[in-house]
């Protein structure tokens, strides 16, 4: 997560050339494997750690080709493609974005199949899983329960904060869906240790349930944050990054919510006036068809993206901010 800090910190002082070294040669990520070095994220958007079984990983592939997590991350951090002519802020928001919802969720399933995998061959070893808790939740949570208040800036942060936002917190002020995610993985763990196998392969399906309902509240979040500034660069580019994480999950459950999204959302390059033609409503309405076919509990939402289900929340919230970068 430090990596994630350093890299965007550098591309919003437009220092390209340092942020790209520490993406491709990485700073902070050591490498347990061998004696010296370090783990850079590039490594993570390859077929290096690619496990056969990662569904999702699959589903980027058809989607989008090989590859594609690096080039729209390079792209951001060089400032080319659809990220030509747009301000260090917003790429920098662009960046750490991406290495989140798409490079290290991934990368966390991968770890965990990986696991399972020694697990059925009789082995014990969570280093795998651990690598996977570490990918989403990061060093800088701390050890307490709930994590940080405030320096968290990995998935685990994205439903803190979107639960701070909308007062929907739990006693103690820890979210909800975290909660759940924590379990999930703690119990995985645990069924490594017993080599019950099949039961660590259920938690690994429950947490990536559980990714994909924070990323329908994200992109809800910030749908709504575009829908009363459409010219918020940083919304949009957040809103981009978003609906690009969650396009290719969405399509095999429910393909015309998918391009729904896709078409509103899908294209940085459009921006401002260009986003959103259909409308927040209809938006809306593409993820709430995604949550039915998935089985996504509407009550882990804090956006009142289920018609159905009165939170009795209030969704007006402040202006948009970027929530992997959570002390800026």
């Given at each position: 997560?430090?990596?994630?800090?350093?890299?965007?910190?550098?591309?919003?002082?437009?220092?390209?050339?340092?942020?790209?070294?520490?993406?491709?040669?990485?700073?902070?990520?050591?490498?347990?494997?061998?004696?010296?070095?370090?783990?850079?994220?590039?490594?993570?958007?390859?077929?290096?750690?690619?496990?056969?079984?990662?569904?999702?990983?699959?589903?980027?592939?058809?989607?989008?080709?090989?590859?594609?997590?690096?080039?729209?991350?390079?792209?951001?951090?060089?400032?080319?493609?659809?990220?030509?002519?747009?301000?260090?802020?917003?790429?920098?928001?662009?960046?750490?974005?991406?290495?989140?919802?798409?490079?290290?969720?991934?990368?966390?399933?991968?770890?965990?199949?990986?696991?399972?995998?020694?697990?059925?061959?009789?082995?014990?070893?969570?280093?795998?899983?651990?690598?996977?808790?570490?990918s989403l939740v990061g060093w800088a949570e701390g050890t307490e329960t709930g994590g940080s208040v405030n320096n968290g800036f990995l998935f685990y942060n994205i439903a803190q904060y979107l639960c701070d936002v909308s007062d929907t917190c739990k006693d103690g002020g820890d979210s909800e869906i975290n909660r759940l995610?924590?379990?999930?993985?703690?119990?995985?763990?645990?069924?490594?240790?017993?080599?019950?196998?099949?039961?660590?392969?259920?938690?690994?399906?429950?947490?990536?349930?559980?990714?994909?309902?924070?990323?329908?509240?994200?992109?809800?979040?910030?749908?709504?944050?575009?829908?009363?500034?459409?010219?918020?660069?940083?919304?949009?580019?957040?809103?981009?990054?978003?609906?690009?994480?969650?396009?290719?999950?969405?399509?095999?459950?429910?393909?015309?919510?998918?391009?729904?999204?896709?078409?509103?959302?899908?294209?940085?390059?459009?921006?401002?006036?260009?986003?959103?033609?259909?409308?927040?409503?209809?938006?809306?309405?593409?993820?709430?068809?995604?949550?039915?076919?998935?089985?996504?509990?509407?009550?882990?939402?804090?956006?009142?993206?289920?018609?159905?289900?009165?939170?009795?929340?209030?969704?007006?919230?402040?202006?948009?901010?970027?929530?992997?970068?959570?002390?800026?």
């Open positions: 997560d430090l990596d994630v800090r350093a890299i965007g910190t550098l591309v919003e002082m437009e220092a390209n050339n340092a942020a790209m070294d520490i993406y491709k040669w990485g700073r902070y990520s050591k490498d347990d494997d061998i004696s010296f070095g370090y783990s850079p994220i590039k490594d993570l958007t390859t077929d290096l750690y690619s496990n056969d079984q990662n569904f999702v990983s699959k589903d980027y592939i058809t989607k989008y080709g090989d590859n594609f997590q690096d080039e729209i991350i390079i792209n951001a951090i060089q400032g080319t493609g659809d990220f030509e002519s747009v301000s260090p802020r917003s790429r920098r928001v662009a960046t750490e974005a991406a290495i989140v919802t798409m490079v290290l969720h991934i990368y966390a399933l991968d770890a965990m199949y990986t696991g399972i995998d020694y697990c059925n061959k009789g082995d014990q070893d969570t280093y795998w899983w651990d690598d996977a808790v570490a995610l924590m379990i999930a993985l703690t119990e995985g763990k645990e069924s490594l240790w017993a080599l019950n196998c099949a039961a660590a392969e259920s938690r690994l399906a429950d947490v990536e349930l559980i990714l994909e309902t924070v990323l329908v509240d994200l992109l809800a979040y910030f749908v709504e944050q575009i829908s009363s500034n459409p010219v918020d660069e940083d919304s949009v580019s957040h809103g981009y990054i978003v609906a690009t994480a969650l396009v290719p999950l969405m399509t095999s459950y429910a393909a015309g919510a998918a391009s729904t999204i896709e078409t509103n959302l899908g294209s940085f390059g459009k921006r401002s006036a260009d986003v959103l033609t259909d409308g927040k409503d209809v938006v809306f309405g593409a993820l709430e068809t995604f949550v039915t076919a998935r089985g996504i509990d509407c009550n882990l939402l804090t956006r009142n993206v289920c018609v159905s289900v009165d939170d009795g929340v209030d969704d007006s919230s402040s202006g948009s901010k970027n929530i992997v970068d959570n002390d800026v």
